[in-house]
Each structure stands twice: as structure tokens, then as C-alpha cells.
């Protein structure tokens, strides 16, 4: 891993307010970028060396996702939120072998080296021009689709070939920051009708 953030999600599963099993050790998180170290004997689509952004997880086979709307992955809950691997197994134990809850959205990043679902990884390519360690993880996306964006969570969004990018944030340096870095359409935070501009602005994948 080379750079993390905080997102109110932590905070609410530090506190109880999301379901995390307590009194168990727990390693959160799940905005960051980093380095592929080591590939599954399973994984397809990563190399060794390729420089990565870590997203959501969704289990590729339900009826939404192989229609390409992993947001609403049949499995979505057990698989960012379950602290376990589908199969049951914990993707991170203590030295003395005590189970750890991780496995947040398939990544769990509060460490150095992050056991992560191929699914929450978007690889940039070993010889990308982005230099991770200044790819600041951000706010984290909504995941319908109208939430603030982060400059990694723009570059994910881009890779996985979203048709419109919506960033929206107070500070218009980051806006123009968003677009250089592929977002279709910016708005400020203090817009009044900020919800309508959204709801304008993809109104053409309504229902979809």
C-alpha cells in the first residue's frame, strides 16, 4: 500500500454504528492505491508490478453483475461487509493465529501489504504515467453513482469505463483537478440545485 484514507464508513464501524464483530480485532479501510506484490493462482486480470486503485467488491457471476451493474451484486453485503471471504475464510490472522475481521470491501488497507479481492482492484498497468504515492485516495463514490469523487475514485471510474463521471466538491481547484483527470461533468457543493444538475446530468441512464 501506498497511500490509504479515512472515510465516515471507518468512523461508523469504529463506533458500532456498522456491522463489525466486536470484541474481535478489526483492520478497516478501503480507499487506497498501491503496488500488486503477488497474484492469485486464480486472478486473470493483474500482473505483478501493476499499479492499482482498490474499489468495491462484487462476486462476477450474479444475474447484475454479469449485466454489468456490480452496484448491485446479489452478494454486495457478505462480500464488503462480511469480514470474511465467501468460502468463510479471514484474509488476515494475528501472529498467534487469531482471526482478524477484514476483508472491508475486499480490502481492509490499514497495513502494508492488503489481502484484496481481484474484483476491488483496478490496475493502471505496471508502466502507467500515474505516480501512485500522489494519487491522494478520496471521497469515497456513492455507489449509484452520484456521490463526491476523489481523484483515485475518478481514475477507477474511468478504467471501468463509466459513461459519465460526476465530480462535486467546494474547492473549484479540485474541480478543475476532477476533470483533468477524466471527470464528464463537475458542480459545486454549494449549487442549490445540486440534485436536480445530477438527476439532469444522467437522466439518459435512468432505469438503466
Request: hydrophobic share 40%.
Amino acid at each position: 500500500m501506498h497511500a490509504t484514507g479515512i472515510c465516515n464508513t471507518d468512523l461508523a464501524c469504529m463506533v458500532g454504528k456498522l456491522p463489525v464483530e466486536f470484541p474481535n480485532p478489526n483492520v478497516l479501510d478501503h480507499e487506497g492505491a498501491g503496488v500488486v506484490r503477488k497474484v492469485g493462482a486464480e486472478v486473470n486480470h493483474v500482473q505483478v508490478g501493476d499499479k492499482a486503485l482498490l474499489s468495491y467488491s462484487f462476486c462476477r457471476e450474479c444475474r447484475a453483475c454479469k449485466s454489468n451493474t456490480p452496484a448491485y451484486c446479489d452478494k454486495s453485503f457478505q462480500l464488503n461487509f462480511g469480514g470474511r471471504r465467501l468460502d468463510g475464510s479471514r484474509t488476515l490472522p494475528l501472529e498467534d493465529g487469531t482471526d482478524i475481521f477484514s476483508n472491508i470491501f475486499g480490502q481492509s488497507l490499514f497495513c502494508r501489504l492488503a489481502v484484496v479481492n481481484q474484483s476491488s482492484l483496478v490496475t493502471t498497468g505496471a508502466r502507467s504515467i500515474i505516480n501512485v504515492p500522489d494519487v491522494k485516495p478520496g471521497s469515497f463514490v456513492t455507489i449509484s453513482g452520484a456521490g463526491s469523487v476523489g481523484s483515485s475514485a475518478i481514475v477507477a471510474a474511468k478504467f471501468r469505463q463509466a459513461a459519465i463521471i460526476v465530480a462535486i466538491d467546494i474547492n473549484t481547484e479540485r474541480l478543475e483537478l476532477a476533470k483533468a483527470l477524466g471527470a464528464t461533468h463537475t458542480i459545486l457543493g454549494s449549487d442549490e440545485h445540486l440534485v436536480e444538475r445530477v438527476q439532469e446530468i444522467c437522466q439518459p441512464y435512468n432505469g438503466v
